[in-house]
């Protein structure tokens, strides 16, 4: 087969996105070209059957349920609660609100997976709170969008999800390698925050707050500090799959919402469900298309003649990984979380596993990259959502993000020359 042949499907999917098609149409139009250019007709009827793969999969289910139960949270002001909360006990800290942002997000992390939602959720309060406190609000709303990347790092996490199920890696391993990983990028944030905070100023040194009032904030706050106890505690034992995790989630939500704090009623329940659908349907039409697209390139011989190059070729693990953080960081400027998740995965993942990488360890740094890239100009996704959630231009952030951007490219390649930052946990507390 000729090499024209070999990346048209690239090129169709290229000019498509240029042309801002939906990433999840694009996949899926240019797969079918390539069939018609290869002759394989033939092949069409399995078309049906494989579109409706990406539905028919149990652990892929876990995907709407997380984001309705980050969505029942934002509606039922919780996360206001739980910013409450934090603030008691961290205003003396240096940085003050912009260290509090930050924690508040490695806390909803564990609650939720979804990065865009907990970037929205904490937009406003966090910016505002960060402006009273002498930080420029650029910077702030930056801040803001690169903590609330943590929640695809953190488990539970969609984005680690969306990579086991189409590389067939354990989501259990893949939760638990990104632990330390999520624990090192978040207090390597904060660390930057005191560090600038110190020199420019930011922050104030607010009043204590009692330890009576302290002690009736805490004790209001228990069903929502128990909330990442009880749903991960049964995944991690072993007792729940991450789909019943996940529906567990939404049901503890909507139970303290409801009956607990009684912040959410039935009217807003409406909303909730139509924005969580339309966020699923979205998510799902890309990993159909993405299922598709990976069954064409296989039946091309497009990932054998791939992955024999790398494997004849003289680069070192280190280097390759070199190599595809470059390529999906310049992808991720241009392409959201879930297109550069889908796309790459069914690409990279068998040439890495096939070079002998392990597979929890190159999801994990898949999974960083996609950080980077959700707050990356000219996209970046997060801060289009801080944007919209603040009223601050995206391009009043694109200088200000530039040094957390290159935070998180440190922490990816500590990550990378230590793999055991992601790989002890799960070869310590999972068999094969």
């Known amino acids: 087969m000729s090499t024209v042949t070999l990346i048209l499907p690239f090129i169709f999917l290229t000019v498509f996105l240029i042309v801002r ?12 070209i390539e069939l018609l250019a290869t002759g394989n007709v033939s092949y069409f009827h399995q078309i049906p059957t494989i579109l409706y793969s990406a539905f028919d999969n149990f652990t892929l289910l876990a995907i709407p349920f997380f984001i309705l139960a ?39 992390s564990s609650m939720q997976g979804s990065s865009a939602a907990t970037a929205a959720a904490l937009g406003k309060v966090g910016t505002e709170g960060m402006k009273k406190e002498g930080y420029n609000e650029a910077f702030a709303a930056s801040l803001i969008a690169a903590s609330g990347g943590l929640a695809i790092m953190i488990p539970p996490s969609i984005a680690m999800i969306i990579y086991g199920t189409l590389s067939g890696t354990s989501i259990g391993k893949l939760f638990y390698g990104g632990v330390f990983p999520g624990i090192l990028i978040g207090t390597t944030l904060i660390g930057y925050i005191m560090i600038i905070s110190k020199i420019r100023g930011y922050g104030t040194k607010n009043p204590e707050i009692s330890k009576r009032d302290r002690f009736k904030l805490l004790y ?24 019943e995790v996940a529906a ?34 979205s998510i799902f039409i890309i990993i159909a298309g993405a299922i598709l697209f ?14 024999g190059i790398m494997r004849n070729s003289s680069l070192t693990k280190l280097e390759f990984l070199i190599i595809v953080s470059i390529i999906l960081y310049f992808l991720g400027m241009f392409m959201e979380g879930v297109a550069l998740n889908v796309l790459t995965t069914p690409i990279v993942a068998p040439i890495a596993i096939s070079m002998g990488i392990n597979p929890v360890y190159y999801g994990i740094i898949l999974v960083l ?63 094969k």
Not at 21 to 32: C, H, K, Q
Not at 84 to 95: N, Q
Not at 223 to 237: A, K, N
């Open 21 to 32: 098609m939906p990433i999840g149409f694009a996949l899926t139009i240019s797969a079918i």
């Open 70 to 108: 980050g969505e029942i949270l934002s509606e039922g002001g919780i996360i206001d609660l739980v910013f409450k909360l934090v603030s008691a006990f961290l205003r003396r800290v240096p940085g003050g609100i912009g260290v509090i942002s930050v924690v508040v997000s490695m806390m909803l």
């Open 220 to 243: 209001k706050s228990i069903p929502i500090i128990l909330f990442p106890i009880i749903i991960l505690s049964g995944f991690y034992t072993g007792t729940f799959t991450a789909t």
């Open 248 to 281: 567990i989630s939404v049901v503890y939500a909507f139970f303290i919402g409801l009956f607990i704090y009684k912040t959410i009623n039935l009217s807003g329940i409406y909303g909730v469900l139509k924005r969580s659908t339309q966020v699923t349907v």
């Open 294 to 307: 990976q069954h064409v390139l296989v039946l091309s011989g497009f990932i054998d003649l791939l992955t």
């Open 369 to 431: 990259n996609i950080e980077i890239a959700l707050i990356s100009p000219p996209v970046g996704l997060n801060l289009f959502v801080l944007s919209g959630v603040t009223g601050i231009a995206p391009e009043r952030m694109y200088k200000a993000v530039w040094p957390i951007i290159l935070i998180l490219l440190l922490c990816l390649i500590v990550i990378m020359l230590f793999p055991q930052i992601t790989l002890f946990l799960p070869n310590a507390l999972m068999t």
